[in-house]
């Protein structure tokens, strides 16, 4: 069975700094998905970025970018210029490859706190 | 295009009661799935639904089941309630689950059941 783990229950940074949320997983999958979605208090969960295994480039979407070290089977999320509407529980999820069928599985989550 | 759309939004009931939550995926998504959010247990996956039929399943117990109707609607259903079934209940869709990378996962408001 896989597990993700966010080693980071709570973390605050200063609206404008960069910020680095941690994720490991442990899989024997070769074939997997990685996500990293925001929950805000509004509670919708949001898509923020996704990671293909066998892709080897790191996914960037604006101001998120990953950190995809797959021998080390890690995935850390990096937010630049951080703004209070990034205040959110931040979760990474795996999904392994399958022919049909949704299972992600989700880490415990990030409190993040951005601070005027 | 609407969003994935779960009501109620909140829900009390008392033990032993039964209890069902509806969820309206995006117009076009095939895919539903439904996963429990508590404080101390995280997001864990009850179930996924694909063209009316269960496709996936977590590990809960049989008091939690669920459907798909064929508008992809799908409705969740727990009886016998106990007070540890208190919990956010999200619902999230997808287009096809069979291109995966192309179907991530977009997630309701969630409905909120209390048991008392």
């Known amino acids: 069975a896989q597990t993700v783990t966010q080693s980071q229950p709570e973390m605050s940074v200063q609206e404008a700094e960069t910020v680095t949320l941690s994720c490991t997983y442990d899989t024997s999958e070769n074939n997997y998905y990685l996500f990293w979605y925001k929950q805000p208090p509004s509670r919708q969960m949001i898509l923020v970025i996704r990671?293909?295994?066998?892709?080897?480039q790191n996914a960037t979407e604006n101001r998120f970018s990953v950190n995809f070290q797959k021998a080390a089977k890690s995935f850390s999320l990096k937010i630049s210029d951080s703004q209070l509407g990034d205040t959110a529980m931040y979760f990474c999820a795996f999904m392994k490859h399958a022919n049909y069928g949704q299972n992600f599985v989700f880490g415990p989550g990030t409190r993040l706190s951005v601070l005027p | 295009k609407a969003g994935v759309t779960q009501t109620p939004r909140y829900l009390i009931k008392t033990r032993g009661q039964q209890v069902t939550l509806s969820c309206s995926p995006i117009?076009?998504?095939?895919?539903v799935s439904w996963y429990q959010q508590t404080p101390g247990q995280g997001l864990q996956f009850l179930f996924e639904?694909?063209?009316?039929?269960?496709?996936n399943k977590g590990n809960f117990p049989g008091r939690f089941s669920g459907r798909q109707f064929s508008n992809s609607r799908s409705e969740m259903n727990v009886s016998t309630l106990e007070l540890g079934d208190s919990a956010l209940y999200l619902c999230?869709?997808?287009?096809?689950?069979?291109?995966?990378?192309?179907?991530?996962?977009?997630f309701g408001n969630g409905t909120r059941l209390t048991v008392t």
């Open positions: 999230a869709s997808s287009l096809d689950s069979g291109v995966l990378y192309n179907s991530p996962l977009h």
């Open positions: 117009s076009g998504h095939r895919s």
């Open positions: 990671q293909e295994a066998y892709k080897q």
């Open positions: 639904y694909f063209s009316e039929t269960q496709r």
